[in-house]
């Protein structure tokens, strides 16, 4: 089992400029979830999906698009990258459990600058 | 809605030393709890879990009691190795909350030889 993959691991991008990051799980979850973590500071949610087919924002979701593509696979886009979006991007996935969710499992991230 | 309150940081030791790092929240009905370790570089590795009132999580000699009266769960290790230096987050998760998870700002370990 891989667990949770990310693509790329870096990433510089000029301001303006689109990409979208990939990330895939094989552990048969439903929930995934993208983060950016800043230096010195905790994670922030940036959108999730509690199932296939759906999508909902987080915490800080402007200036990004997700698709759950399938049930394996959950991308975000940056339409149009700003400075302000340099950061460390993690997507986790979990699965429900009889009174919540079960632990999250992340990714090991893509480090992302836009110049 | 649901919050994690964690000490703040950083927080430096010498080897061998005694860990503890205070984690309280806040929730309706009756969440699970977490701790995560971040080391330098990498993504969130889960390092302990409760889903319980009064469960005990272990791993790699931490521990973590989950207490409902005192809405707590502080992560404590006996004696800390320079291995130990990395990030920890405290998180919790409840089906009543959106977004699932919550996790704390992390408190960033140093441990010195």
């Known amino acids: 089992n891989a667990g949770v993959t990310q693509t790329p691991k870096f990433q510089v991008l000029k301001t303006g400029q689109s990409m979208t990051l990939q990330c895939a799980q094989d552990m048969n979850h439903n929930s995934m979830y993208w983060y950016r973590q800043d230096p010195g500071m905790g994670l922030r949610l940036i959108y999730y999906?509690?199932?296939?087919?759906?999508?909902d924002k987080g915490e800080v979701p402007n200036g990004y698009n997700v698709s759950r593509l399938n049930k394996r696979e959950f991308s975000l886009r940056l339409e149009s990258a700003a400075p302000s979006q340099t950061s460390v991007y993690f997507c986790?996935?979990?699965?429900?459990?009889?009174?919540?969710?079960?632990?999250?499992?992340f990714g090991p991230g893509t480090r992302l600058t836009v110049l | 809605g649901n919050s994690v309150t964690q000490m703040e940081g950083p927080v430096t030791l010498s080897e061998e030393a005694f860990l503890t790092i205070n984690c309280t929240y806040t929730a309706t009905g009756y969440p699970s709890l977490f701790w995560y370790v971040q080391y330098p570089g990498e993504g969130l590795q889960l390092l302990l879990k409760?889903?319980?009132?009064?469960d005990k999580g272990s791993n790699k000699g931490f521990e973590a009691t989950y207490r409902k009266e005192t809405t707590s769960f502080h992560l404590e290790k006996g004696s800390v190795q320079v291995s130990d230096s990395a990030v920890y987050f405290c998180?919790?998760?409840?089906?009543?909350?959106?977004?699932?998870?919550?996790f704390g700002p992390g408190t960033r370990l140093s441990v010195l030889p």
């Open positions: 999906s509690a199932s296939e087919g759906t999508t």
């Open positions: 409760a889903t319980k009132a009064d």
């Open positions: 998180a919790l998760s409840a089906y009543n909350y959106g977004q699932n998870f919550v």
């Open positions: 986790a996935s979990s699965e429900a459990s009889g009174q919540g969710y079960n632990e999250q499992f």
